[in-house]
T-cell receptor
Framework: KQEVTQIPAALSVPEGENLVLNCSFT??????LQWFRQDPGKGLTSLLLIQSSQREQTSGRLNASLDKSSGRSTLYIAASQPGDSATYLC??????????FGSGTKLNVKP | EAGVAQSPRYKIIEKRQSVAFWCNPISGHATLYWYQQILGQGPKLLIQFQNNGVVDDSQLPKDRFSAERLKGVDSTLKIQPAKLEDSAVYLC???????????????FGSGTRLTVV
């Protein structure tokens, strides 16, 4: 069974800092990996989707990498802002169906 | 486009009572998912529908949980009777196809926060 782990569980940084969130998964046979953002009381907003054949995806200040062989993904956030404060969830999809989610990293960016 | 609609937003019930949640997916999305998110954990899939049919309900506690998707559109998730450990956020998501189909193929609703006391 696929297990997804996210480290750290919580992170507090001053505004402007570059930061890295980590995600690891136990079974490298995945279809794709997706990073989501979740604000308190809200649903999940998709940030980046990486297909199994890709190594990275970029969107604005966000860059996500995938190393399928080692079972790792990182989400890099450049020049962090207070508006980036949220919980970031990593999810892997081993087939066409369900996601397996990590427990998330709760990010707080201090002004 | 309109997002995935869920209601109610919040629900507080006593244990052993029953409760129902409703989800209206994005128009044209054939695949619908119900996820359970316990505080401090990632979402866990309860059930996946493809049109009217169930694709995966392996993690649905079938002795107390049931779900249906009438006419391949709206869906309801029911818990009867509820237990304390059912306290969680119940998220509904939809996509055009099982594989997503677009860069952001999965769209989640805002969820229903259930508290069982």
């Amino acid at each position: 069974k696929q297990e997804v782990t996210q480290i750290p569980a919580a992170l507090s940084v001053p505004e402007g800092e570059n930061l890295v969130l980590n995600c690891s998964f136990t079974d490298s046979a995945i279809y794709n990996l997706q990073w989501f953002r979740q604000d308190p009381g809200k649903g999940l907003t998709s940030l980046l989707l990486i297909q199994s054949s890709q190594r990275e995806q970029t969107s604005g200040r966000l860059n996500a990498s995938l190393d399928k062989s080692s079972g790792r993904s990182t989400l890099y956030i450049a020049a962090s802002q207070p508006g980036d404060s949220a919980t970031y969830l990593c999810a892997v999809r081993p087939n066409f169906n369900k996601f397996y989610f990590g427990s998330g990293t709760k990010l707080n960016v201090k002004p | 486009e309109a997002g995935v609609a869920q209601s109610p937003r919040y629900k507080i019930i006593e244990k052993r009572q029953s409760v129902a949640f409703w989800c209206n997916p994005i128009s044209g999305h054939a695949t619908l998912y119900w996820y359970q998110q316990i505080l401090g954990q990632g979402p866990k899939l309860l059930i996946q529908f493809q049109n009217n049919g169930v694709v995966d309900d392996s993690q649905l506690p079938k002795d107390r949980f049931s779900a249906e998707r009438l006419k391949g559109v709206d869906s309801t998730l029911k818990i009867q009777p509820a237990k304390l450990e059912d306290s969680a956020v119940y998220l509904c998501a939809s996509s055009q196809s099982p594989t997503g189909g677009t860069r952001y193929g999965y769209t989640f609703g805002s969820g229903t926060r259930l508290t069982v006391v």
